[in-house]
């Protein structure tokens, strides 16, 4: 039994008073069904989405049936202590009084079960007949990953378009005037300047458009597939990394580029925040989705609200019903497990083991 905690007898009077309320309700219902069962949502809490009237109703007569049945039961059982307690003995003794008290002291004790397990019976009921269905937590989980999955998308495409703009657009701009002034120019040192310059903003901003790409869809991820991506990513981390994959093929192409990015971001966490001599990437495919874990031995204590990258990593994996599990005591290790449903396209065996 869980440990009784404060404030269940105030807990077990307001159920009380509440199954009363509920008692009457149900009384009522036959008579007025819409404003009572509107009454029966306030008296619940009832937040969205709806139970349905059903589930209410059921609730209305489990909570009036359950609340002044248990007032009926307590009330009984401390009237038999004042039975007790007014019992005349011609003869008192001891073994007698040792009787009685502890009759009244079991008594006491069995009304103080009856109470916390009505307030636990009643709460559990609240929570199958008034709390959210199965059905509807999926949908609102299900709608909650979507639109976060836009939103990414949308700050993606802001952060695209910026890049380009700041970036390779200036590059250009600057390139077709140097190539402009060149045109016109006669003489020869300034016309040679100014196609060095020129050169030079073509170089930057080829530099930058392949930048782009990187963090669009990186080439070595459709050349070498996750494996080699996350390989290469590892040797960019200042931290020894080591890998143990075992991929038995490719997943489909857009599941491969959210862990890429997830493995890409939780490196850049460990060489950020970790303060770790050494972190490790695992990879898995148990059978029916694909299993990442990273971890490190750093200082531990990541959490997802503190601006780390876990909510990006997390909000990335649930577009694709993924899941992200954060273990992390503070003084370490951390590990984060991700997970995503999928099938393999490609039975190729793919098998890493080293340090990168």
């Known amino acids: 039994m869980k440990r009784i905690g404060r404030g269940w007898a105030v807990r077990a009077a307001r159920d009380v008073l509440t199954g ?13 069904p819409r404003p009572i069962l509107r009454a029966a949502r306030t008296l619940g809490r009832v937040r969205q989405p709806d139970p349905g009237d059903l589930r209410v109703i059921a609730w209305l007569a489990a909570h009036g049936v359950l609340g002044p049945g248990t007032l009926l039961v307590i009330g009984s059982m401390l009237s038999m202590i004042g039975v007790i307690w007014r019992v005349y003995t ?3 003794s001891k073994n007698l009084t040792v009787a009685f008290t502890l009759s009244i002291l079991a008594i006491t004790l069995l009304s103080v079960l009856t109470a916390y397990t009505s307030v636990r019976v009643q ?18 989980e299900l709608t909650a990953s979507r639109a976060a999955a836009v939103d990414a998308q949308a700050a993606e495409l802001r952060r695209i378009e910026r890049d380009l703009h700041d970036g390779a657009q200036a590059r250009l701009i600057a ?3 140097n190539l402009g002034l060149a045109r016109k120019s006669t003489d020869p040192a300034q016309t040679r300047e100014l196609v060095e310059e020129a050169w030079h903003s073509a ?5 930058d458009l392949r930048g782009l790409v990187r963090g669009i869809h990186p080439p070595v991820l459709a050349d070498r597939g996750l494996t080699g991506a996350i390989q290469a990513a590892a040797m960019l981390c200042p931290v020894p990394v080591e890998l143990d994959i075992d991929l038995p093929g490719r997943p489909e192409a857009p599941v491969e580029s959210a862990l890429y990015f997830a493995a890409a971001e939780a490196l850049s966490n460990v060489a950020a925040h970790s303060q770790a001599t050494r972190a490790w990437v695992r990879l898995r495919y148990p059978g029916d989705r694909i299993r990442l874990t990273v971890g490190d031995d750093g200082r ?8 780390t ?14 899941t992200l599990t954060v273990t992390s005591p503070l003084g370490g290790p951390t590990e984060l497990t991700m997970e995503l449903p ?12 080293e340090t990168a």
Request: hydrophobic share 45%.
């Open 309 to 322: 990258g876990l909510l990006g990593i997390e909000r990335r994996l649930s577009a694709f019903d993924g």
């Open 175 to 177: 390139m077709r005037m």
């Open 20 to 32: 009363v309320a509920a008692l009457a309700l149900l009384l009522a219902l036959p008579f007025a």
């Open 123 to 140: 709460d559990y009921l609240a929570l199958v007949l008034l709390g959210e269905t199965p059905e509807a937590r999926r949908i609102r």
């Open 342 to 353: 999928c099938a393999l396209s490609s039975r190729k065996i793919s098998h890493s083991s």
């Open 203 to 207: 170089a930057q901003a080829l530099d």
């Open 90 to 92: 011609p003869y008192p």
């Open 300 to 307: 531990g204590g990541a959490d997802s609200s503190a601006g």
